[in-house]
Nanobody
Framework: QVHVVESGGGSVQSGGSLRLSCEAS???????????MAWFRQAPGEDAERAPR?????????????LIADSVKGRFTISRDNGKTKVFLQMDSLKPEDTAVYSC?????????????????WGQGTPVTVSS
């Protein structure tokens, strides 16, 4: 089984920065099939089972391309540790509306797009709180 672990969440004041990390590990045969990793977020208090996750940033291993949501464009950057199933989300100029639980998914392109825990390998999430 593939395990995905996020870290780096915490509390910060508006305008501050945080850097999240996510690493996927497991059997080589499964790790080699991963060609995309992405960050999703879900506002606190929302039903984790029923509320949609907001896709925040994707990175595709094949060509290194990234996809950043309009809501965070210019403030968030996703990057990958070369050759590894480890990605980072640099979050700058944070706003109170960025407060959420940030979860990482590793898998195929569809898994990184749909944001459904039934698709891809998901971590437990790391909370981010931005105070005004």
């Amino acid at each position: 089984q593939v395990h995905v672990v996020e870290s780096g969440g915490g509390s910060v004041q508006s305008g501050g920065s945080l850097r999240l990390s996510c690493e996927a590990s497991g059997p080589t045969a499964l790790i080699d099939e991963i060609n995309c990793m992405a960050w999703f977020r879900q506002a606190p208090g929302e039903d984790a089972e029923r509320a949609p996750r907001e896709r925040t940033a994707n990175i595709y291993f094949g060509d290194g391309s990234t996809l950043i949501a309009d809501s965070v464009k210019g403030r968030f950057t996703i990057s990958r540790d070369n050759g590894k199933t480890k990605v980072f989300l640099q979050m700058d100029s944070l706003k109170p509306e960025d407060t959420a639980v940030y979860s990482c998914v590793a898998g195929r392109r569809y898994d990184c797009y749909v944001g459904n825990p039934e698709f891809g390998y998901w971590g437990q999430g790391t909370p981010v709180t931005v105070s005004s």
